[in-house]
């Protein structure tokens, strides 16, 4: 055995396994299996993964190289399998182990005896990540003896055509697998990788060839950045950690009209369904330009010295520097009082925008807060037709020179607003956040949060980089073939060249037709029309809903903050958390120190809670109201499930992970496709779960286990949680543990299907 052992190693062996056949989701990760010999604290671990995807615009093509390289920290030598599952309708290319510098190939072997082996490591190892393992189809390669501080670079490829959904190309790199067991064994399997494996760093990067037929590239899953590299090609990056627990998702539009408009669709057929509209800019800002009119307006009172001032000082001089010559600007700046760069509007040539940076370089910061009279003084002068008027107010306080009163001011300001953008900035603590949201909501602007130590120029650059070019103004939808209903946001904002719209909602009715868009450009109204259909059933695009929901609960706790709360207001919040799995002031309770403890409330208790909070207008300053006001302001705003959570979480909680089979402590969260789990008393429990549900129990990795996965498929990322999960259906409830039932009663087993919607 050891001498076959021995040539097999000096032979370097490698044996690769495609599986394919079987259904389900698969995932683009890859792992080592440490297997035969003595027990050793398994610590092979991935020190990282790359992964390039090549796309051919004209082609419709893609082609993935994933790299990986693994280490093995152990004292011992280990052997191990790698497993890596291959999308759905993958071409494989080829596969290559790198041993030092030398590149070897693999083999084909039956695909039965590899599904086997998969059952087989799940049921012996008993971590419940691993029925996420086989999916579609999977690669396995014997990796022969890892020497102690040894490491292997793994490198594979696979090419393929990507789906398109009405205007727009999809590309997925799946990360979320599903299994159907089978039922053969084999003799030996060992642990898996130690849990830390899977916080490896992650990077994924897209190369698009023929960038010229695509409209700004958008992700609803992630957070990306998008750079022009010249030569026609757009580069698209995600950086990350190995943990994330959702498939990437990058939609490219395609360009096809001086306005691009795709809609994307999901929806049950007993509902009204969901929808997704991407609205995108121009090609060529050269074809857009609406002249501006930018007045901008800095608090300089006390409070502001140091950095901050510095920082804001930076922040408009690079709003002054992003003027167009067709543009014209004012620079307003207030403490005690109210003082001009000029009075009126300056046209932005050199000289002029030269003379603005020496006037922003000599104030300094003293006195008190005049809100009132600044903006008086940035609104009173009415906008001027065929441009587009932006005011960017910027502070750190709360008013305490003339009207003091936020209601009073907001009111003041209300009646000044004809057709200006206000985009709010709040620095700190100490400012108002109900008068800063009342700006930004009856201006059709945003508020951002700048919190105590973060970069004030940074935040005001992002601005300043989105409102550069300025496409269309008045936006609206003038005519859809179905009802468009709830949608957010419910003002379209104006669409600004490289900045893709994005606008979700719900639709009665099915069926193709024309969607009519209309905006203003120079003064003059525009028309597009764009062929969409509404689908009665579309299973796909499950991020859309959550999406939807996420905006929605930001624009009520917005309502509830600025109007006050009520009863119904609360239940629709605390519904909308407990459905979509979003987390929610009235889902859980949410603490502004690290530790976040969640837990299902009571709609009474909701209710008095949200009533408490509900501070009047003059109250609502400090880290509690800057907390609430800023997680609300970036749902509104939240394109990705990237941003959603960070947003939910206030950017403090504990990350979502998915990979570790026992419960994390008592009060941690997770969300899992729709829904969110909670640790309560060493189990994971849906909040779904209702009250007399009656519970059906079964034993983790029995054969009732893997019976009713191979039932209910979509049971597999809530298994993946661990060994103790309880998951809510109609009327039903299916508990893992390892007290439950191994194999099924045909009463309980039909019970559980109904209430998980499959068929017997």
């Known amino acids: 055995m050891h001498a076959q052992r021995f040539f097999s190693w000096l032979a370097f062996s490698l044996t690769l396994v495609v599986l394919v056949g079987l259904a389900g989701e698969v995932a683009a990760q890859g792992w080592i299996e440490p297997i035969h010999g003595r027990p050793v604290d398994p610590v092979v671990s991935r020190v990282r993964s790359d992964v390039t995807v090549t796309v051919d615009g004209t082609q419709r093509a893609a082609r993935f190289e ?53 059952e087989e490591i799940v049921r012996r190892k008993k971590d419940p990540a691993l029925i996420e393992l086989v999916g579609h189809g999977v690669l396995r390669a014997r990796v022969f003896p890892i020497d102690p501080g040894d490491t292997r670079r793994i490198v594979l490829r696979y090419t393929q055509v990507l789906g398109r959904d009405g205007d727009l190309l999809r590309l997925r790199y799946p990360r979320i697998v599903g299994i159907i067991p089978g039922t053969e064994h084999i003799e030996q399997a060992g642990p898996l990788l130690r849990q830390g494996d899977h916080n490896h760093p992650f990077s994924l990067t897209v190369r698009v060839e023929g ?8 992700s609803p899953t992630h957070t990306i950045e998008v750079r022009e590299r010249g030569d026609n090609l757009l580069e698209i990056t995600h950086a990350g950690r190995g943990n994330e627990p959702r498939d990437f998702q990058l939609f490219l539009p395609l360009r096809e009209a001086l306005l691009g408009a795709s809609i994307v669709t999901h929806s049950l057929g007993d509902e009204p369904g969901y929808y997704m509209l991407l609205i995108s800019p121009p090609t060529s800002p050269e074809e857009v330009t609406i002249p501006r009119d930018l007045t901008m307006v800095l608090d300089i009172s006390g409070s502001m010295e140091g950095d901050k001032m510095e920082q804001a000082r930076a922040a408009l001089r690079q709003l002054v520097a992003g003027l167009r010559p067709e543009d014209r600007f004012r620079i307003i700046t207030f403490n005690s009082v109210v003082r001009s760069f000029r009075p009126g509007f300056t046209v932005a040539d050199r000289a002029n925008v030269d003379e603005a940076r020496d006037y922003l370089a000599a104030v300094r910061p003293e006195g008190s807060t005049n809100i009132q009279a600044a903006l008086e003084e940035a609104l009173r002068p009415e906008s001027a037709e065929g441009r587009l008027s932006l005011v960017v107010f910027l502070t750190d306080g709360k008013p305490t020179v003339g009207e003091t009163a936020p209601e009073k001011i907001a009111v003041l300001a209300q009646g000044l607003i004809d057709r200006e953008r206000v985009f709010a900035f709040g620095v700190g603590h100490d400012v108002n956040t ?11 602007g945003t508020t951002s949060y700048v919190r105590p130590g973060e970069d004030v120029e940074m935040a005001v650059a992002s601005l300043s980089s989105k409102i550069s070019y300025p496409a269309l103004s008045d936006l609206r939808i003038a005519a859809a073939p179905v009802q468009l209903e709830d949608f957010y946001p419910s003002s379209l904002p104006d669409l600004f060249y490289g900045e893709e719209l994005v606008l979700f909602g719900r639709y009665r009715g099915e069926g193709s037709g024309e969607l009519v868009l209309e905006g203003s450009r120079g003064g003059e109204v525009q028309r597009f029309e764009y062929d969409v259909e509404f689908a009665r059933r579309e299973y796909g695009n499950s991020f859309i809903p959550r999406l939807w929901a996420a905006r929605k609960a930001g624009a009520l706790t917005a309502q509830v903050r600025l109007h006050g709360a009520s009863t119904e207001l609360i239940e629709e919040i605390r519904e909308l958390g407990l459905r979509y799995g979003i987390l929610t002031e009235y889902t859980s309770y949410l603490v502004e120190e690290p530790n976040m403890l969640p ?28 907390n609430r006001a800023d997680r609300s302001s970036r749902l509104r705003q939240a394109t990705s499930m990237d941003e959603a959570e960070a947003a939910m979480v206030g950017g403090e909680g504990k990350a979502a992970g ?52 191979r039932r209910v498929p979509e049971l597999k ?28 009663e045909p009463e309980k087993l039909n019970m559980v299907l109904r209430g998980f919607g499959a068929s017997r």
Do not use: C
């Not at 009571?602 to 408490?612: K, T, W």
């Open 66 to 118: 994933v790299e990986e390289v693994f280490r093995n920290g152990s004292g011992a030598m280990l052997e191990g399998d790698y497993l890596y599952p291959i999308p759905a309708g993958a071409v494989f290319t080829n596969f290559s182990l790198y041993m030092g510098s030398q590149e070897l190939k693999g083999e084909i072997l039956p695909a039965e005896k590899a599904r086997a082996i998969y």
């Open 211 to 218: 960038a010229d037929l695509f409209a700004t590239p958008y």
């Open 434 to 444: 109900y008068l800063l949201d009342r700006l930004s909501d009856g201006g059709r």
């Open 599 to 626: 837990a299902a409330v009571p709609l009474r208790e909701a209710v008095d809670r949200a009533q408490a909070v509900s501070a009047p207008a003059e109250a609502q300053v400090g880290a509690m109201a800057f």
């Open 658 to 709: 998915r990979w570790g089979s026992g419960v994390d402590s008592e009060g941690a969260v997770r969300h899992v496709d729709d829904r969110l789990f909670v640790a309560r008393a060493g189990e994971w429990r849906d909040i779904r779960l209702q009250e007399g549900a009656y519970v059906v129990e079964v034993a983790s990795f029995s054969d009732a286990y893997f019976e009713i996965l």
């Open 717 to 744: 990322a809530f298994f993946a949680l661990g060994e103790r999960v309880i998951i809510a259906g109609d009327g039903v409830a299916l508990r893992l543990t390892p007290e439950g039932l191994t194999r099924w």
